[in-house]
């Protein structure tokens, strides 16, 4: 996704929100909840302290796929839930992108479908068509680029990061530093992506990456399906969903993934697994998380006050503790208010990135929903 810069400040739209807290929009707390469901911000329920009171009411929230190793996400649902006293119902926390969608499609109605959704962006665009995904703006909406969100807020980017290559410094002692390197037979057994690129957006990425660093391009993802097909028919790639769990017993000693995780993933298993982690320089490949809620959430306002707690500095800052790159951050750094220590720990990329625009990253989702299987199995 494209980075450019939105004009508007934090304080310009955390100000709005506060004056629409004052002076909003009257009721009690029982029309709060019963108008969350349609709410497009939180000033349609009369301000912030409306929104809280309504999730409060609700009592619960059900989140779905959030690993609490991914992006510091047990953090920021431990504090989330010490913030606002809500219970949080986590699901199938190693699902996938297209899990969630599934989840939201077929639990619909139940109260434990999922409020919340957390998706890789070409996952996101596929819900927005489908017309799942509930428009609502955020008090901090406007820091976030235009090319970087729907306008209508049905999903906005949160959180990225780079594809990069993990490797465990004991077992592959002549460590790869690029996608050709990969190649070599010294690799047989040893690499593997984070799920399946069909329905998981980090395993997506891993394919779009290796497609920039083989002749391809945001507009040609099928160069990184066949590079992945030649390392299966060589032993080289392992049909295996790579995990922490994964790097620890040994299984995937070289494993595709964002350089977060990777980073997770080292300060997880310090002493036990020696984890390095290196940006592929030739298939520098760079994307956002995007946010989104259910439209038929079960806890609507629940759901609206998570997202006012993820697009906040607090949330942004805990998304860049976890070594992300969380979509505020430039305002956040023009501002003063990202973290320092945090800022400093982010691994450095040399050059400019660019980013496929959402058409390119919907095209390509269709060309390897088509081509991996018959490419990979």
């Avoid at 796929?65 to 913030?83: C, I, Q, T, V």
């Avoid at 993990?166 to 037979?185: E, M």
Wanted: with cysteine; proline share 6%; charged share 25%.
């Amino acid at each position: 996704m494209n980075r450019r810069f939105a004009a508007l400040t934090a304080a310009v739209a955390a100000a709005a929100l506060v004056s629409a807290a004052c002076g909003g929009a009257s009721g009690d707390t029982k029309d709060a909840a019963s108008g969350a469901a349609t709410a497009k911000s939180a000033a349609d329920l009369g301000g912030l302290d409306k929104l809280v009171e309504a999730a409060k009411k609700e009592g619960t929230l059900n989140v779905i796929a959030l690993p609490h190793d991914w992006a510091n996400y047990g953090e920021l649902l431990d504090a989330f839930k010490k913030k606002y006293g809500l219970k949080v119902t986590e699901a199938n926390p190693e699902g996938s992108s297209q899990d969630e969608v599934n989840a939201v499609k077929q639990l619909k109605g139940q109260d434990r479908a999922p409020d919340v959704l957390d998706l890789g962006s070409a996952f996101a665009l596929t819900a927005a068509q489908d017309d799942l995904l509930a428009p609502y703006k955020v008090a901090t909406f406007a820091d976030v680029p235009d090319a970087q969100k729907d306008a209508d807020g049905q999903w906005v980017n949160d959180y990225g990061g780079y594809i990069s290559i993990g490797y465990d410094a004991k077992k592959v002692p002549n460590p790869p530093k690029s996608f050709a390197d990969l190649k070599k037979p010294e690799y047989a057994g040893k690499i593997a992506l984070n799920g399946d690129p069909t329905k998981a957006g980090a395993a997506f990425a891993g394919v779009y990456a290796a497609a920039l660093g083989n002749g391809g391009s945001f507009a040609d993802i099928k160069p990184g399906i066949s590079y992945f097909g030649d390392l299966k028919k060589s032993g080289n790639f392992i049909p295996v969903q790579a995990s922490a769990a994964t790097v620890e017993s040994g299984q995937t000693p070289i494993t595709l993934d964002w350089d977060y995780l990777q980073a997770g993933y080292a300060k997880k298993l310090e002493g036990k697994v020696d984890w390095k982690v290196a940006v592929p320089a030739d298939g520098v490949y760079s994307n956002f998380y995007c946010q989104a809620i259910s439209k038929t959430a079960p806890h609507p306002a629940a759901a609206r006050l998570w997202q006012e707690f993820l697009f906040s500095d607090e949330g942004q800052n805990l998304f860049l503790k976890g070594l992300s790159r969380p979509a505020r951050l430039p305002k956040m750094e023009t501002a003063g208010t990202a973290d320092k220590a945090s800022l400093a720990a982010l691994p450095q990329i040399p050059g400019d990135t660019k980013f496929p625009t959402n058409d390119q990253i919907d095209a390509a989702k269709k060309v390897v929903a088509d081509e991996w299987a018959k490419a990979v199995g």
